[in-house]
Structure formats: C-alpha cells, structure tokens
C-alpha cells in the first residue's frame, strides 16, 4: 500500500519514510515537528486552508497599517521640522529686517549724502554733465519732469547736460570743471518757510511732502574753463524729506 509522508510528502511502502526518515523509531525527524504547527497546505482540510487564508490576509492589513502609521509619523515629523525652520527663518527674518531699518534710520549704512553733499552734488553733477547724479538732488516729481524731459528730446544725458547748460559752455568753454567749492554757516528756515515751501511743492506737483526741518546754506563755486573762470555765489534751499536731503530752491 502507498503512504504518503506526513513530513515530506514523499510516498513511502515500507513503515517509515525511506526519504525523510519519518516514523523510524530511533530518528528525530525536525520536519515532522515543524508540520505540526504549520501544516503544508496540500495536507489542509478546507476549513484550515480558509483559516490561513484568514490569518494571511490579517497579517497583511496589520502590515499595511503599521506601514501607513509609519509614514504618518514620518510626514508629521517632516511638518513639524518644515514649520519649525519656516517659524525661524521668519524671524531671523524679521530681525534682521528690524536692525536694517534701525541701522538705516541711525545713518549707520546705507547713509545718504547730508544737505552739504546734496549742493555739492548738484553743481558738480551740472560741470560732469552727469543726469543721474544731477537728478538725485531732486524730488521724485521734479526728478520725473526731467526723465520725461530727456526722453521727449531723444537725447543722451551727456547732451541734455550740455544743452540744457549750455550758457555755461558759453562763458566758461568746453569742459569747464569745478576747481573750487565750500559752503558757508547754513541758517535753519522757520516753520512758516517750511509750510512755504511744501504749499509751493503742491501747487507745483500736485503731491504734498512732509519737510522734517530745512536750511538755507551759501555756497561759493569757482569755475575754469578754457574761455574764462569765475567764481560764483548762491543761497541754496535744502529741506529734509523722509531721511533724505533734496534741493528746493537755488537763488544766484
């Protein structure tokens, strides 16, 4: 008659399994053991086989759902580490924003030329026929008039100097220069000339702008040139608007 080996499924005639020893009295057979708990599936009666299937699908779902709360945890942990490093660079941010703005309200950096630098960049910007620099002594409205000025006449800024200075050229000759330049004690205008003068910037822009405090500075220029040299004096206007220093009026 043939046997089928309950340890290896091998068939068998004698009273043990020649293949796997299995029923040999004096021979310890570790498969068998194993099968004990874990029965191959081709020995499996319906019911166990539904049964493992069962377990099966169980340890899969547990699986599944420890994988799912891992990277769970794990995008949690990354949010939390991503709204950490946004909450400091925010501030970092914002500190450095704060000390910026109190280091360029102090003058600190990014200081702009004082009300002297002002009068002294505008004659000289007038000598080296430099538009942007002449332009930067200005208000915005009036510093627009120019640009517009300028691009209405299609010419470069070293011609609209010249052009629009021309009587200079005139008297002193081609590339006259600025050989000397000094300003005197600067008298702080009231705040009736204050109000003056910003009524006078309204009326003459539309826009009105908040003069913080203002001064009346004589300044002495000295021109030479290959014509003729003079030395000429005015009384120059400089308010203060915002944290920086604009001309408002010359008087030659």
């Known amino acids: 008659m043939i046997k089928y080996c309950k340890s290896c499924g091998k068939e068998y005639k ?7 020893g299995h029923g040999k009295p004096d ?21 166990e086989l539904q049964e493992k299937n069962r377990l099966r699908e169980k340890q899969l779902e ?11 945890k794990s995008r949690s942990a990354q949010k939390k580490k991503s709204s950490q490093w946004t909450f400091i660079i925010t501030v970092a941010l914002v500190f450095v924003g704060v000390v910026l703005f109190t280091l ?3 003058g600190v950096i990014f200081k702009p030329a004082d009300k002297k630098e002002v009068i002294q960049n505008y004659f000289y910007s007038i000598a080296e026929k430099d538009f942007d620099k002449y332009i930067s002594t200005m208000i915005a409205p009036m510093a627009d008039e120019y640009r517009q000025e300028l691009e209405e006449k299609g010419l470069s800024k070293t011609d609209f100097m010249g052009q629009s200075y021309a009587d200079y050229t005139e008297t002193f000759g081609e590339g006259f ?28 822009f539309g826009k009105s702008y908040t003069i913080k405090e203002a001064y009346r500075i004589p300044a002495e220029v000295t021109y030479e040139g290959p014509v003729s040299g003079s030395t ?8 203060k608007i915002k944290n920086k220093w604009y001309i408002l009026n010359i008087e030659g």
């Not at 021979?27 to 019911?47: C, G, L, Q, S």
């Not at 000429?232 to 308010?239: E, I, L, S």
């Open 177 to 204: 220069s600025i050989t000397k330049f000094s300003t005197g004690r600067e008298v702080q205008m009231s705040a009736q000339e204050i109000k003056a003068s910003q009524q006078t910037i309204k009326a003459a």
């Open 232 to 239: 000429m004096n005015y009384y120059v206007y400089v308010g």
């Open 14 to 20: 004698g009273d043990w399994c020649e293949h796997c």
């Open 62 to 72: 547990t699986q599944e759902e420890q994988r799912k709360g891992k990277e769970k």
């Open 104 to 106: 360029y309200s102090s």
């Open 27 to 47: 021979i310890e057979v570790k498969a068998y053991d194993k099968y004990k708990v874990n029965k191959p599936e081709r020995f499996m009666t319906e019911e």
